[in-house]
């Protein structure tokens, strides 16, 4: 066959296959198909203007296939730039050199186009080839000017490439580097045919190869042994031990960090296989499994999280597998750490309280080995001590506190703090020995060098008599028990049983009935008379009794010790205050006075002074019948404002009276110097005197005594004529008891004694 006839057969199989080509690659869906497309359509009208040139035998077919060559190369050379633009992730925009070479390509079509009228890019010339005529190519200076602009779009294409093979990563530049020696391949090649001036022009071959060659590179071309290289860099540089296996299940490759977890350098494979035991028989008899492992290593306890894979082919015959091993030690501690602190109080090291309610539960639930005891513990007073020694030095007791705890709490109990200053405690019964904490309790200091200071703590017990109840219910009772011994020094240790809680509840539910009972004057006060020497009445100390509406006549111990304890007392008080105004005001034309009690808490809660002033004015009273009857524990603490507001209440015309001398604190001291004007000599103390001329003797020398500093004395407890007789010879000015009359509804005694005088 002609090589003439053979190579055009050869272009028309390139145009064929640049056609199929370009359009797969315009129905691709990969970014790059649209650019790899134009560039290959691009390439087939020189393609077919060099069939042209080299299969015509006369002079204008040759021409034409010039004109498609040289004009078709210009469109190729800038589908081609774009094509490369894309394919090295160079955003391709509007700018000046988009301008500039689209404008110089733009020329060189027009000066070519014009060479049909001027003939002055080349000519043609009929030479003898292969034993028929010829026509090759006479460039002139238009036409090197027109190759020119080729080679350099051609020469800008290599420098992007070469620019993107230098500055991407080792592995990333190959696939640029196919591409760009492709390319300087088929450029040589053409160049070869300009300079030699070889009759038979083949270059577009180069061009339509390095077309094809481009489109598989770019839609279909997976560098097996690339992606190889890849895997295994990226696994010798993974954080977790890699191992990869052969279809035997031989270690066949190890990374980096799978050597350091051995021990060993990897060529000895044996060795792998020998210390990868404890490892690869986490799964062993399954294709694939996760799992997690526990070792004993030289720096303690190591964690690990495995997890392997088999790889099949289609057939589902073994190729492989790999091994993964992940050090999970620092994420287990610190996972452990977070529970820890999740569980345990910061301070003191023991169980928070969600925490020890759950253990408690859990013990309970499951226990069979005998009753147990609930602990409620309290450091008394713990808010006093931060606000004098410190909140440090509150810290440490907390601290010590706990230390104490985990000595007294044997290891069959479980401990742990509750709240602030409280704690708690579940014991059995058996192993709770009562006798022994008394003695440690009751000795208890926080020593931290500088401060020395004895803590008083008390512990509530409740005995489990139901395991299912809740956990905080059995604390609240055990908290009920502990609140029993509120300022008690010498006791450490209460019990609860059942009469606490109803105490409890009775506190609870007659503090919330007192709001009502005051609104609906459930709350009365019944006088009680006061008489002098001649066994006249010349008062009544007013005392208030409380007409419940479900439980009946309810005495003043049955909620005044209550309200004392809870500070409502001040209600109380400033309604009978009230209440006996208002009667001085209904007796203007009697000279009886009332007397009246304070509260030691009624200081804490109001100005007692301003209060007393307001109520007398009005309601238009002398000061001097109503008396304020008050108890020496007022002085216990700031004793100097006490001693200041008492005087003032004298100076503004009211009797002061101490209630209750001799059954407490009472001393020489006090009478000397506390502003009173009457002292109630305490019903016990007269009693005694009955019984014991010692006794009898001091009382006569507290009634002179005090008759010596003008004080008025006033025996209470009066109950029979003989004590009446003998205190009116001591001389004793007053006198209040049940010889006289009882308690009594103000009624009663205005009928007895108000209409008499």
């Keep these: 066959m002609d090589i003439r006839a053979l190579f055009s057969l050869v272009f028309v199989a390139l145009s064929v296959a640049l056609a199929v080509c370009g359009l797969i690659a315009f129905r691709s869906r990969k970014p790059i198909g649209v650019p790899l497309g134009r560039m290959l359509l691009a390439l087939i009208p020189p393609v077919a203007g060099n069939l042209l040139i080299i299969s015509a035998t006369t002079k204008l077919p040759a021409t034409i296939g010039c004109y498609l060559y040289y004009i078709g190369i210009d469109f190729t050379v800038f589908s081609l730039l774009r094509y490369i633009l894309s394919y090295c992730n160079i955003p391709w925009k509007a700018n000046k050199a988009r301008v500039f070479v689209l404008s110089l390509l733009g020329l060189d079509v027009f000066q070519l186009l014009a060479n049909i009228f001027f003939g002055h890019a080349f000519s043609l010339e009929r030479i003898e080839l292969y034993g028929k005529p010829y026509y090759r190519m006479v460039p002139y200076l238009p036409q090197n000017l027109h190759r020119l602009l080729v080679y350099g779009v051609l020469a800008a294409v290599l420098v992007i490439l070469l620019l993107k093979m230098l500055h991407s990563s080792r592995i990333a530049s190959r696939r640029y580097a196919v591409i760009f020696f492709t390319l300087l391949a088929v450029i040589i090649w053409c160049s ?32 097996v042994r690339l992606l190889n290289r890849i895997m295994m860099d990226i696994s010798a540089e993974l954080p977790d031990s890699v191992f990869f296996f052969d279809d035997v299940g031989s270690c066949i490759w190890l990374n980096r960090e799978a050597r350091r977890l051995l021990g060993v350098d990897g060529q000895d494979m044996g060795e792998v296989a020998e210390k990868l035991k404890p490892f690869n028989a986490s799964g062993e008899g399954t294709d694939s499994w996760t799992s997690s492992l526990e070792l004993d290593g030289d720096e303690g306890r ?44 910061e301070l003191t090291g ?48 907390l601290k010590q506190v706990a230390d104490l705890l985990r000595a007294l709490v044997p290891q069959s109990g479980i401990y742990g703090r509750l709240a602030g200053d409280t704690f708690g405690i579940l014991v059995p019964v058996a192993d709770f020995d009562a006798e022994a904490i008394e003695r440690r309790l009751s000795g208890f200091t926080v020593d931290t060098g ?23 219910v059995m604390f609240d009772r055990a908290r009920i028990a502990a609140a029993g011994l509120r300022n008690d020094y010498h006791t450490h240790i209460a019990w609860y049983d059942d009469r606490m809680r109803d105490n409890l509840l009775w506190e609870q539910q007659i503090t919330g009935d007192l709001k009502n009972a005051l609104t609906e004057r459930q709350i009365v006060p019944y006088l009680q008379p006061l008489v002098d020497a001649t066994g006249k ?152 005197s009955e019984q014991d001329e010692k006794s009898r003797m001091i009382l006569r020398n507290i009634i002179h005594m005090s008759t010596d500093l003008n004080i008025v004395p006033l025996t209470e ?12 010879q001591m001389g004793c000015k007053l006198f209040q008891g049940y010889f006289f009359a009882r308690p009594m509804t103000v009624s009663d005694f205005e009928a007895q004694y108000v209409t008499a005088a």
């Design 450 to 472: 500088e401060i020395d200071y004895h803590v008083l703590i008390h512990m509530g017990v409740y005995e489990v008599k139901d395991a299912s109840m809740e956990v905080s």
């Design 302 to 345: 190591h964690y690990y999280a495995l997890e392997k894979r088999t790889i099949r082919d289609a057939r589902g015959y073994v190729d492989g597998s790999f091994l993964s091993i992940r050090d999970d030690t620092e994420a287990q501690q610190n996972l452990m750490r977070e529970a820890y602190r999740a569980r345990h109080d």
């Design 717 to 728: 407890g009066v109950e029979t004529e003989k004590q009446y007789d003998e205190l009116s």
């Design 192 to 223: 070869f045919y300009v300079i030699s001036r070889t009759p038979l022009d083949r270059s577009m071959i180069g061009y339509a190869a390095f077309g094809l060659l481009a489109f598989y590179f770019s839609l279909y071309y997976k560098p």
């Design 350 to 397: 023991l169980y928070t309280r969600p925490y020890l309610y759950h253990c408690i539960k859990q013990r309970l639930s499951g226990a069979s080995d005998g009753a147990f005891c609930l602990v409620f513990v309290n450091i008394s007073n713990f808010k006093l001590i931060n606000d004098v020694f410190g909140v440090n030095f509150g810290d440490d007791v």
């Design 537 to 688: 009445v010349v008062g009544a100390e007013a005392l208030v009794r409380w007409n419940h509406p479900e439980y009946g006549f309810l005495p003043p111990a049955r909620f005044i010790p209550i309200f004392e304890q809870n500070g409502m007392i001040a209600e109380v008080d400033r309604y009978m205050w009230r209440c006996a105004c208002a009667q001085l005001d209904r007796w203007r034309d009697n000279d009886l006075f009332i007397s009246v009690n304070i509260s030691p808490k009624d200081f804490y809660f109001m100005d007692v002074t301003s209060e007393f002033r307001g109520l007398v004015k009005e309601y238009g009273v002398d000061p001097a019948r109503l008396r304020l009857e008050i108890t020496e524990n007022i002085m216990i603490s700031d004793v100097e404002n006490k001693v200041r507001l008492l005087a003032d209440l004298r100076q503004a015309g009211f009797i002061v009276e101490m209630d209750d001398f001799g059954s407490g604190y009472s001393s020489l001291n006090m009478l000397k110097n506390m502003p009173i004007d009457v002292i109630k000599i305490d019903m016990v103390f007269l009693r005694s």
